[in-house]
């Protein structure tokens, strides 16, 4: 077939079906790209902090590592080619944009309203979030079709199941499309309704912020509590682990998301977290959360 007079050459031809981009080069943003990579697939990083993508690199390396001696990603296959950008340029072919900004309605809806508008119709937008509903999200982009929810756990690589939220307005061509990426990182998914939270942070931000509160208020320490959580009910890591896993600053960003939209007064975040934020203890990315972690970091 001769091509249309007017085409031009892709300029990034992806090496398979997929080439995404991912926003933000935080710890999600990282985790997932390192997911991405270790399973072959192109990314395109964006960051408009130009020293975190440096520290990005280091640190997707060491996670590829690190998943790879676990055995959690394929130790023979080929990494994916990973490009880093400070604009959104660059994005125009890409098959899929994972979104993982900071957990704050403005930033995320600014940038799917940046992406959208420069991806080519149809491209999936994929919201990483763990709280925000998809339908207000998908308000900000050109296409609400394109938009849809995904709940990455951290690391992303240690976790093979994502839930994946449809909104209003999300259409059947982009779940196929999330489905065929998510297949691609051999994750599972699991497909639930719109709504503030919904299931995993509605079921374990309230508890992780109750956890905080027995702390808070004298009843045991943070070790006791998550000792119980473990040795009792069977939890894998208990709560406030889990806490500094996710980063304390962002489950309070989440609870405070969950408080506005339920009303649930189980969701103001409690007084500990909140100064653990002041403090600059957010978990394991600074160093200190519950535990400390300043030697492990090194």
Not at 186 to 193: E, G, K, S, T
Request: charged letters at 25%; glycine letters at 10%; proline letters at 7%.
């Amino acid at each position: 077939m001769t091509p249309a007079p007017h085409s031009t050459p892709d300029p990034h031809p992806p090496a398979g079906p997929h080439r995404i981009a991912v926003l933000g080069a935080g710890v999600m943003g990282v985790g997932v790209t390192a997911l991405a990579l270790g399973h072959g697939i192109p990314v395109l990083l964006v960051d408009t902090d130009g020293e975190r993508l440096d520290r990005a690199r280091d640190d997707i390396d060491r996670e590829l590592r690190t998943a790879q001696l676990l055995g959690r990603l394929p130790a023979t296959a080929a990494t994916g080619a990973l490009e880093a950008a400070t604009t959104t340029e660059g994005v125009g072919d890409v098959t899929a944009v994972i979104e993982a900004v900071t957990e704050v309605t403005e930033l995320k809806a600014k940038a799917l309203a940046d992406v959208s508008a420069r991806v080519r119709p149809g491209t999936p937008l994929i919201s990483n979030t763990s709280s925000i509903p998809i339908d207000e999200l998908a308000g900000h982009a050109e296409r609400a079709e394109d938009v849809v929810g995904t709940h990455f756990m951290n690391p992303p690589y240690l976790i093979p199941t994502v839930e994946v939220i449809r909104g209003a307005r999300t259409g059947d061509g982009t779940m196929a499309a999330v489905g065929a990426l998510l297949t691609a990182l051999a994750r599972d998914q699991i497909v639930v309704r719109d709504a503030p939270g919904f299931v995993t942070s509605r079921l374990l931000h309230p508890m992780i912020n109750d956890a905080a509160r027995v702390v808070q208020e004298g009843t045991a320490t943070a070790e006791a509590v998550d000792a119980l959580m473990e040795g009792c009910l069977g939890h894998p890591s208990g709560p406030l682990r889990t806490a500094d896993l996710i980063g304390i600053d962002n489950l309070v960003d989440s609870l405070r998301v969950l408080h506005q939209r339920t009303g649930d007064e189980g969701c103001r975040p409690c007084d500990l977290l909140l100064e653990k934020v002041r403090q600059g203890e957010l978990g394991r990315k600074t160093g200190r959360g519950f535990y400390a972690y300043q030697e492990e970091n090194r």
